[in-house]
């Protein structure tokens, strides 16, 4: 089945601890998203990639970081200087830009 | 950038009745729109898109209708039904961008 996969679905860190959520496509996508959702709002863009070695910042980016080192993988980084990493993550993948975007199942970080 | 504007947030109908959401963009280059429906605890799916050079689009009970003149755009559903009940979203792209509605919690009243 293709698609894209998330992991973990839940994710907990303690203050000032650096984690790192999961993305992973078989859909022989180029580019790569990720969003953050918070209750009550819309998606908002944190970092998005078009091909393998290269991405741009979104709306969002401070306290994030991630790479694109292979096609079928973006990983993000949530790290301590993100002062309210709190939220839900969503990973999406297109065939390009301004193509539909596919969603992963998202993954839910949580402070402790 | 752009902003997008999604109107209501809430929305409950009978079962069987139809339900409309609209949303306005505010950037004119915008030229993708598409809709997401998203459930508890799952990331949203495409449900139906349209772009700038086609004023409708329909898909089984669903439809969506563009005017670009006004920069707004609505989804349509038909003959409603409980698991139409979800959370939906509108977004319109601008170059490599999707920008992102708040969101209708749409419910089903059986």
């Known amino acids: 089945d293709g698609g894209i996969t998330q992991s973990p679905k839940y994710l907990f860190r303690k203050e000032g601890q650096n984690v790192t959520l999961s993305c992973e496509q078989n859909?022989?996508?180029?580019?790569m998203y990720w969003y953050r959702q918070d209750p009550g709002q819309g998606l908002r863009l944190i970092y998005y990639?078009?091909?393998?070695?290269?991405?741009q910042k979104g709306d969002i980016a401070e306290g994030y970081s991630v790479s694109r080192e292979k096609k079928e993988s973006f990983p993000l980084t949530v790290t301590s200087a993100q002062k309210n990493p709190t939220a839900f993550y969503l990973c999406a993948s297109s065939i390009s830009y301004n193509q539909p975007q596919h969603f992963g199942d998202g993954t839910r970080l949580s402070i402790l | 950038g752009e902003n997008v504007e999604q109107h209501p947030s809430t929305l409950s109908v009978q079962e069987g009745d139809s339900a409309v959401i609209k949303c306005t963009y505010s950037?004119?280059?915008?030229?993708?729109f598409p809709w997401y429906k998203q459930e508890l605890g799952k990331g949203p799916q495409l449900i139906i898109d349209i772009r700038s050079n086609v004023g409708e689009k329909k898909d089984q009970r669903i439809a969506v209708t563009l005017n670009k003149t006004a920069k707004h755009f609505s989804l349509h559903i038909t003959e409603t039904q409980p698991e139409d009940s979800a959370v939906y979203f509108c977004a319109a792209s601008l170059n490599e961008k999707l920008t992102f509605g708040t969101g209708t919690r749409l419910t089903i009243i059986p």
């Open positions: 950037d004119s280059a915008s030229n993708y």
């Open positions: 990639s078009q091909i393998v070695n290269d991405f």
């Open positions: 859909l022989n996508h180029d580019a």
